[in-house]
C-alpha cells in the first residue's frame, strides 16, 4: 500500500450530484456509464495505473471501482470521490485464501493508510514478498511477527490486522514480491554508489509516458530505502 494522492473529482460526477432537488436525490445506483467510466479513468490515472491496495498493475478490464467505506455502513459516503478507489479483481471469485485486495477486504473497516502521506512508514517488505508492519523490534518475517504479537504496539497490531483483512500476503502476491526483491537484490550486489540506488528510487517515484508507475512501486521503494 502506499500513498494516493488524488486531485479534482471528474466534472461529470459534480454535475451529476448538482442535480439533486427536493423530489430526489442522486445515488450510487444510478450513476450513468458514462460518469463511471469518467471516475474509473480518474482514478486510474490518479493511482498511476496500479491497484490501491496491493500496487498491482491494473486497467479498465482488470480493476473495480469500490467504496472504501462500505455503501452498507457508510452510505452518506457513496458519491464521495475520496471515499472511491480501484482494486484489482483478479482474485474474485477464487477459494478465500487465494483472494485479496477488495475481494477479500468485503465490508469490513480498516484505517484509509493510503490517505496518510506517512504510509511508507507503516509497511515493508522482505526477502520472501511478505508485507509487515513496521515494528519497534525489528521483526522481519510474519512467523516472527506471530511468535511476539505481545511485543506489538497498538498502531502496529492495527496495521498488522489491514494486512490480514486485505489478505496482502496471498500466496500469489508473495510469489510476485519475492521476485522483483529478488531480481532487485542481484543487481544491487554489483551496485556500491550509493547514488545509484537513490537514481533507482526516483525512477519508481516517477510515472512512464502512460502516466503509470511501475508494478509493485511502493514495494520497491520500501526495499531501497531501507539499504
Known amino acids: 500500500m502506499r500513498y494516493i494522492q488524488k486531485g479534482p473529482e471528474p466534472e461529470s460526477l459534480t454535475n451529476f450530484k448538482g442535480l439533486k432537488h427536493k423530489n430526489w436525490k442522486p445515488s450510487y445506483d444510478v450513476l450513468p456509464d458514462e460518469v463511471i467510466k469518467d471516475i474509473i479513468n480518474s482514478l486510474l490515472y490518479y493511482q498511476g495505473g496500479l491497484c490501491c491496495y496491493c500496487q498491482v498493475e491494473i486497467n479498465q478490464q482488470t480493476s473495480r471501482l469500490v467504496h472504501f467505506h462500505s455503501q452498507q455502513y457508510f452510505k452518506k459516503e457513496e458519491l464521495n470521490y475520496e471515499n472511491l478507489f480501484l482494486s484489482c479483481s483478479t482474485s474474485e471469485g477464487m477459494p478465500p485464501q487465494y483472494q485479496h485486495c477488495a475481494a ?31 515494528n519497534a523490534y525489528g521483526l522481519r518475517t510474519i512467523k516472527q511477527i506471530q511468535l511476539n504479537m505481545n511485543k506489538l504496539s497498538p498502531s502496529e497490531k492495527t496495521v498488522l490486522n489491514t494486512i490480514e483483512v486485505l489478505n496482502l500476503n496471498a500466496s500469489k502476491l508473495k510469489e510476485q514480491r519475492k521476485a522483483i526483491i529478488t531480481e532487485l537484490a ?32 511502493g514495494v520497491v521503494l520500501s526495499y531501497l530505502s531501507s539499504l
Not at 544491487?188 to 512501486?217: C, S
Open 104 to 134: 477479500h477486504k468485503d465490508e469490513a473497516i480498516i484505517p484509509k493508510f493510503m490517505d496518510d502521506t506517512r504510509c511508507n512508514a507503516y509497511f515493508k517488505y522482505n526477502t520472501l514478498g511478505e508485507v509487515v508492519p513496521i
Open 186 to 217: 542481484k543487481v544491487l550486489r554489483k551496485v556500491k554508489d550509493k547514488e545509484k540506488i537513490k537514481h533507482a528510487m526516483t525512477v519508481y517515484q516517477k510515472r512512464d509516458k502512460n502516466g503509470r508507475y511501475p508494478r509493485f512501486a
